[in-house]
T-cell receptor, first 112, second 114 residues
Framework: AQSVTQLDSHVSVSEGTPVLLRCNYS??????LFWYVQHPNKGLQLLLK??????LVKGINGFEAEFKKSETSFHLTKPSAHMSDAAEYFC??????????FGQGTELSVKP | EAQVTQNPRYLITVTGKKLTVTCSQN?????MSWYRQDPGLGLRQIYY???????DKGDVPEGYKVSRKEKRNFPLILESPSPNQTSLYFC?????????????FGPGTRLTVL
């Protein structure tokens, strides 16, 4: 089964500065990968997904992620953080059978 | 509006008192699933269903039951709740369980068992 490692449990940025949330995957083949976001007291929302069609994936709210096979990475980025981006972010592989394997996630804090 | 709904959103109950958390989706999805979210443990799958009348255990099924009599509904049943089932529960659905289809999540049900 595929697995991922989110390298930072907590990231803090200032409003207006770039966001980088790191995710490395472990798989012998190109996986299907998602980034989900969970705002406080809310459900999970899909930010973007990689399905091998394109290595640079654009998502909602200005986020994007680049699949790099050579580095086995799928880092999430945003050029300029907004206060509303403060949330928990999950990099999730989708194994066959529909099982999403969630890791610990990365908590993003945005300072004014 | 396409959505997954859960009820109730918040529930406080006592040990041993049977309860049901409902989940409904209006997207005609075949696949539905239940997760629980606990601090430090992330989300873990409880049960899932590939289609009507087809259910299977996830990673943490003990103490839970599910049923899938209709395509749109996937209730989670706790026959005899215990304090270790205090958690945040999410229902999710997708078109099918292939690796390319994202899952849509409900808003969550926060359950406290005293």
């Amino acid at each position: 089964a595929q697995s991922v490692t989110q390298l930072d449990s907590h990231v803090s940025v200032s409003e207006g500065t770039p966001v980088l949330l790191r995710c490395n995957y472990s798989s012998s083949y190109s996986p299907s990968l998602f980034w989900y976001v969970q705002h406080p007291n809310k459900g999970l929302q899909l930010l973007l997904k990689y399905t091998s069609a394109a290595t640079l994936v654009k998502g909602i709210n200005g986020f994007e992620a680049e699949f790099k096979k050579s580095e086995t990475s799928f880092h999430l980025t945003k050029p300029s953080a907004h206060m509303s981006d403060a949330a928990e972010y999950f990099c999730v592989p989708n194994n066959q059978g529909g099982k999403l394997i969630f890791g610990q996630g990365t908590e993003l804090s945005v300072k004014p | 509006e396409a959505q997954v709904t859960q009820n109730p959103r918040y529930l406080i109950t006592v040990t041993g008192k049977k309860l049901t958390v409902t989940c409904s989706q209006n997207m005609n999805h075949e696949y539905m699933s239940w997760y629980r979210q606990d601090p430090g443990l992330g989300l873990r799958q409880i049960y899932y269903s590939m289609n009507v009348e087809v259910t299977d255990k996830g990673d943490v099924p003990e103490g839970y039951k599910v049923s899938r009599k209709e395509k749109r509904n996937f209730p989670l049943i706790l026959e005899s709740p215990s304090p270790n089932q205090t958690s945040l529960y999410f229902c999710a659905s997708s078109w099918d369980p292939s690796s390319y289809n994202e899952q849509f999540f409900g808003p969550g049900t926060r359950l406290t068992v005293l």
